[in-house]
């Protein structure tokens, strides 16, 4: 089976433009995580969905950020107008939600570097 | 968000020395999990503890969830160069699905 597929795996981006973050996660699975990683604040979740609803955005850092699924095997993490400070790693998760606990799989992320 | 403290934040060790990392908090979690984390690779689940006090092990890695599931312990024994990475615990939320995840416990081991 295929696991969580990210992309881009890398992205250099000017301040101010849009950056657009994709995620396919593994077939099955209805659950999604967006996280973000950094050597200062380490690995933090931005949003989570269940069965293609959002969750949980209260990770998500300011409006400048979004994200979507319009679909259970499709996900969007969308920064506009992006900035320095966003350059990270970006990845994404995905795990089944019936009973628990909850075993996430991680995609290789994207590197996002914003200049 | 709850936080959760790791302990050492990096360790550097020889081959074949035994070592502890720690995952601390003040918040009661409803399982905990590790996970080991290589170099441009997202991270990869170790183990999951859901019961106070419980134990697991995998080959020589032994991890330990506290009596009031609010902290864990991984034990390497016999330590190889292979078992350089992040390690990263998570406490899952007593509400919902999600993870908070450590701040990093970053092993190097030297042959």
């Known amino acids: 089976d295929a696991g969580v597929i990210q992309s881009p795996r890398h992205e250099v981006t000017e301040m101010g433009q849009e950056v657009t973050l994709r995620c396919k996660p593994i077939s099955g699975h209805n659950s999604l995580f967006w996280y973000r990683q950094t050597m200062m604040r380490g690995l933090e979740l931005l949003i989570y969905f269940n069965n293609n609803v959002p969750i949980d955005d209260s990770g998500m850092p300011e409006d400048r950020f979004s994200a979507k699924m319009p679909n259970a095997s499709f996900s969007t993490l969308k920064i506009q107008p992006s900035e320095p400070r966003d350059s990270a790693v970006y990845f994404c998760?995905?795990?089944?939600?019936?009973?628990?606990?909850?075993?996430?799989?991680f995609g290789p992320g994207t590197r996002l570097t914003v200049t | 968000t709850q936080l959760l403290e790791q302990s050492p934040q990096f360790l550097s060790i020889q081959e074949g020395e035994n070592l502890t990392v720690y995952c601390n908090s003040s918040?009661?979690?409803?399982?905990l999990q590790w996970y080991r984390q290589e170099p441009g690779e997202g991270p990869v689940l170790l183990v999951t503890v859901v019961t106070g006090g419980e134990v697991k092990k995998l080959k020589r890695l032994t991890f330990q969830f506290g009596d009031a599931r609010k902290d864990s312990s991984l034990h390497i024994t016999a330590a190889q160069p292979g078992d350089t990475g992040l390690y990263l615990c998570a406490g899952g939320g007593n509400t919902g699905n999600q993870f908070y995840f450590g701040t990093g416990t970053s092993l190097t081991v030297i042959p």
């Open positions: 998760a995905s795990s089944r939600l019936a009973g628990g606990p909850y075993e996430q799989y």
């Open positions: 918040s009661v979690f409803s399982s």
